[in-house]
């Protein structure tokens, strides 16, 4: 009997097996498809020259986490790759807002057209440098992150806290405007907050745009070499190395509880699989208890707060295998650039979130477009391009802002007709894109799902990052930790606190609950005294600052 099962082998369910694995625990996690990874996978299945990543593509947030650090999965043959440039945003006047690799760069660039960004820009940036290390430790960390909280706190009481606070909560629009003169700084810092689904008013959406830019800023989007799979094969080999066993094609569709307390799991297969000590969700939340866990095992306000469980944007997707590199009229400053963003400025960011809040399938989408060889030149032969771009569309499709009436069906021919529409979107920043398409894939909400149950309709981050469900508010009003309101079962997936992004933090936040919830009395009060000093002095500090 395993000491643990694990529910999914996406990053989050992998991230834990190997913190449990660490702490010597036997680990076994079960995984429905016929291969480990969830969204984190790739393929050869547009052009057998060419790798293609199914889901997530570019990892800042990867580069940035403790988490993975920790980890060392260099010894287990991940590496890393980045393009010469980190993001591009071309204008229609053939111009183009970039974000280089070194900060005094992407300054130099905004000043050179509007004097004093250049100084703004490097001045989000010594913030950056002052809080974003504490920043990261504590979004992290289970909520309330106390120690890294207080930390924190010092940090920013030094450095005009409560300015620092109202930009983290200010829209991105307003903090754009704030902050600069010309439309570089403000497209790059909205570009970004849309890697979530914050429109540019929505509140909170300047704090994600910033964190998104300055990541970039310092780490860069990597990309793991040979496609997004080789991060998911080297958290495999590294569990496998200590004693883990991942089985695929096992579904779970019941966890198993008694007296209170999840002893195990049942799969489709009608196998029983005991846990010894805990069992580990990597699902989203809405599977978690609304399918997994009986009903009469869970408090009544669980199920009635399931219904408010808001999910992120769903997703459109198209893979490219180009005959040779984009043509964009931005020319090098876009074709040097792992991931660009395609929208006419922050009004036209601003006019597509509004059409997918109507629930209208946007007629002129925002696309996030990568160019996967210019990343890693190991993805297609030479002078090719392996190329992608994604955008969203409703959940519950109204109506079609465009004139080909899709009407959210998705079906074969609906999916060729939204493709369709994303590649006469990139043909306007790139004339003769079309003309070098070798062949694509489409991906439409239901194939996500397809892919991976935890992407319902195509819901890629567990959840909506709108401020009512994050923090203590995710996945449900009063959470933030992983422990459940069963013994023994903790939600280990993005609808968990900090959310979705490939970091795994809540699986490592999982299965540090799990390890600290069977430590033995003695060593658990000894923990607890530790840490209730280190915070006492901390406290202490703060007060003297």
């Known amino acids: 009997m395993p000491d643990a099962v694990v529910i999914g082998a996406g990053p989050n369910g992998l991230v834990a097996a190997n913190v449990l694995?660490?702490?010597?625990?036997?680990?076994?996690?079960?995984?429905?498809?016929a291969e480990p990874g969830g969204a984190v996978r790739s393929d050869r299945g547009v052009d057998p020259a060419f790798v293609s990543d199914l889901g997530s593509s570019f990892y800042p947030l990867a580069a940035a986490s403790p988490v993975l650090a920790g980890l060392g999965l260099e010894r287990y043959g991940l590496r890393w790759s980045q393009a010469p440039r980190v993001l591009a945003h071309p204008f229609a006047d053939g111009s183009c807002a970039v974000l280089e690799r070194r900060p005094e760069d992407t300054a130099a660039a905004m000043e050179a057209v509007a004097p004093g960004d250049g100084e703004a820009w490097l001045g989000l940036y010594r913030t950056w440098e002052r809080v974003g290390p504490g920043l990261v430790r504590a979004l992290f960390t289970p909520f309330p992150p106390v120690r890294e909280g207080l930390r924190l706190a010092r940090l920013v009481r030094a450095g005009g806290g409560l300015r620092l606070a109202r930009s983290l909560v200010l829209p991105v629009r307003r903090l754009g405007e704030e902050e600069f003169r010309g439309a570089a700084g403000r497209v790059l810092l909205a570009g970004n907050a849309l890697h979530a689904d914050l429109a540019p008013e929505a509140a909170g959406s300047g704090g994600y745009g910033w964190l998104m830019s300055m990541l970039g800023q310092t780490y860069g989007f990597p990309v793991p070499v040979g496609g997004a799979g080789a991060l998911t094969a080297a958290l495999v080999r590294r569990l496998e190395a200590r004693g883990g066993v991942v089985r695929c094609g096992e579904r779970v569709t019941r966890v198993l509880?008694?007296?209170?307390?999840?002893?195990?799991?049942?799969?489709?297969?009608?196998?029983?699989?005991?846990?010894?000590?805990?069992?580990?969700?990597d699902v989203a939340a809405p599977a978690l208890y609304g399918e997994l866990v009986d009903a009469a095992d869970l408090p009544g306000r669980v199920l009635a707060d399931l219904e408010g469980f808001q999910w992120d944007f769903a997703t459109f997707k198209v893979d490219w295998a180009l005959d040779g590199p984009v043509p964009w009229t931005a020319g090098d400053a876009a074709a040097g650039a792992g991931t660009v963003h395609l929208a006419d400025g922050v009004d036209g960011l601003t006019r597509f979130a509004a059409q997918l809040a109507m629930g209208r399938v946007p007629d002129r989408p925002f696309l996030l477009f990568g160019q996967m060889t210019t990343a890693d030149p190991s993805r297609s032969p030479a002078g090719t391009?392996?190329?992608?771009?994604?955008?969203?569309?409703?959940?519950?499709?109204?109506?079609?802002?465009?004139?080909?009436?899709?009407?959210?069906?998705?079906?074969?021919?609906?999916?060729?007709?939204?493709?369709?529409?994303?590649?006469?979107?990139?043909?306007?920043?790139?004339?003769?894109?079309?003309?070098?398409?070798?062949?694509?894939?489409?991906?439409?909400?239901?194939?996500?799902?397809?892919l991976d149950a935890n992407l319902r309709g195509g819901a890629i981050n567990g959840g909506t990052a709108a401020l009512h469900q994050e923090l203590f508010f995710r996945p449900l009003p009063g959470s933030g930790r992983p422990e459940t309101p069963v013994k023994g079962l903790y939600l280990a997936s993005a609808s968990a606190h900090p959310g979705g992004g490939v970091h795994g933090a809540p699986g490592a936040n999982a299965a540090r609950a799990a390890v600290r919830g069977h430590l033995p009395p003695r060593m658990l009060s000894r923990l607890q005294r530790h840490l209730t000093r280190r915070n006492r002095e901390g406290a202490r500090e703060a007060e003297g600052e």
């Not at 694995?21 to 498809?33: I, Q, R």
């Open 21 to 33: 694995a660490d702490a010597g625990w036997g680990v076994e996690v079960l995984e429905a498809n």
């Open 257 to 281: 509880v008694r007296g209170g307390r999840a002893v195990g799991v049942r799969t489709a297969g009608g196998e029983t699989v005991a846990a010894g000590r805990a069992v580990l969700a």
């Open 385 to 450: 391009q392996s190329a992608w771009a994604y955008t969203h569309v409703p959940h519950t499709v109204k109506g079609d802002a465009g004139e080909a009436g899709l009407d959210g069906r998705w079906t074969p021919g609906q999916g060729e007709e939204m493709a369709d529409r994303i590649e006469r979107e990139v043909e306007r920043w790139a004339p003769g894109f079309r003309a070098r398409v070798r062949a694509r894939r489409v991906l439409t909400p239901p194939t996500f799902q397809a």
